[in-house]
T-cell receptor, first 112, second 114 residues
Framework: QKEVEQNSGPLSVPEGAIASLNCTYS??????FFWYRQYSGKSPELIMS????GDKEDGRFTAQLNKASQYVSLLIRDSQPSDSATYLC????????????FGQGTILTVHP | AAGVIQSPRHLIKEKRETATLKCYPI?????VYWYQQGPGQDPQFLIS???????DKGSIPDRFSAQQFSDYHSELNMSSLELGDSALYFC?????????????FGPGTRLLVL
């Protein structure tokens, strides 16, 4: 079992709809959580970071974190075709470890 | 805003050759991370450096070595290249212990081993 798991894709939504991406993690000691967007052949681009339980909103993006359930999600409102990409959930366990552990990614397609 | 710089962007090598990838972190960032991403896979952590010292080590083959220099740039040296080393190699950087976990990725080096 991977340390970080994302909902299986690909996910296809119509333009203007809400896209919902989910992620679970196994290490209860994980401290910080990130969503990266990656276009094919390009580098991961930071979309959202969240550190405490609850919701965090930034424009059309909302991240939700529930540490008790070890669950983090990303909602994309008013989805646009330009949002079509692979979304990577990443977890940071602490400064003693340094690294980010990524989920396998969810491919999102927003069709006009 | 300045971003992480990686060079070269593309590299083609033969089996058993060596390769050196370079990473220049965002100015003032003191921590550098290296990740390897194979086709259709998520990025896998290789190694990281904080203040020129190795801070964490992941699934980096013994054939690979890395270091961080006094100007904070880092180099990943890869020897005895194998076909399976073909991948995208990303460098990321971060700064400030309180916010160290926010890692910003460079554009990557695409390595093809023939």
């Amino acid at each position: 079992q991977k340390e970080v798991e994302q909902n299986s894709g690909p996910l296809s939504v119509p333009e203007g709809a809400i896209a919902s991406l989910n992620c679970t993690y196994s290490d209860r000691g994980s401290q910080s959580f990130f969503w990266y967007r990656q276009y094919s052949g390009k580098s991961p681009e930071l979309i959202m970071s969240i550190y405490s339980n609850g919701d965090k909103e930034d424009g059309r993006f909302t991240a939700q974190l529930n540490k008790a359930s070890q669950y983090v999600s990303l909602l994309i409102r008013d989805s646009q075709p330009s949002d079509s990409a692979t979304y990577l959930c990443a977890v940071f366990r602490g400064t003693s470890y340094g690294k980010l552990t990524f989920g396998q990614g969810t491919i999102l397609t927003v069709h006009p | 805003a300045a971003g992480v710089i990686q060079s070269p962007r593309h590299l083609i090598k033969e089996k058993r050759e060596t390769a050196t990838l370079k990473c220049y972190p965002i100015p003032r960032h003191d921590t550098v991370y290296w990740y390897q991403q194979g086709p259709g896979q998520d990025p896998q952590f290789l190694i990281s450096f904080y203040e020129k010292m190795q801070s964490d080590k992941g699934s980096i083959p013994d054939r690979f070595s890395a270091q961080q220099f006094s100007d904070y740039h880092s180099e990943l040296n890869m020897s005895s290249l194998e076909l399976g080393d073909s991948a995208l190699y990303f460098c990321a950087s971060s700064w400030d212990r309180e916010n160290q976990e926010t890692q910003y990725f460079g554009p990557g080096t695409r390595l093809l081993v023939l």
